[in-house]
């Protein structure tokens, strides 16, 4: 079973970048595609990304596409997530998930779930 630890949420003024880190640990990554998902309070848990388990495909949700990037390092078995140009609307508690299978954008599809590191964005 794999377990998900995700690191590098703070604060940052409006403009600014962050870069979140997913580890896995109990199991390869590779094995898995990988999502990024985030919630602010009062709202769903929302698609972010996604990159697919070799690393071939990269998909983002309209709201984030040209300023977030996914990248993934299978022989360190981590994940990130950089985002450039931040928003006060990118303000969430920021989660990332693995599943077999090719990217998904809906949370049901994931099997294994980090525990979350909160973004602020401050205007």
């Known amino acids: 079973q794999v377990q998900l630890q995700e690191s590098g949420g703070g604060l940052v003024q409006a403009g600014g970048s962050l870069r979140l880190s997913c580890v896995g640990s109990?199991?390869?990554?590779?094995?898995?595609?990988m999502g990024w998902f985030r919630q602010a309070p009062g709202k769903a848990r929302e698609f972010v990304g996604g990159?697919?388990?070799?690393?071939?495909?990269?998909s983002y949700a309209d709201s984030v596409q040209g300023r977030f990037t996914i990248s993934r390092n299978n022989a360190e078995n981590t994940v990130h997530l950089k985002m450039d140009s931040l928003k006060p609307e990118d303000t969430a508690v920021y989660y990332c998930?693995?599943?077999?299978?090719?990217?998904?954008?809906?949370?049901?599809?994931?099997?294994?779930w980090g525990q979350g590191t909160q973004v602020t964005v401050s205007s």
């Open positions: 998930a693995a599943r077999t299978g090719p990217v998904q954008s809906v949370t049901i599809a994931y099997e294994f």
């Open positions: 109990g199991g390869t990554l590779r094995d898995y595609s």
């Open positions: 990159v697919t388990w070799e690393g071939g495909t990269i």
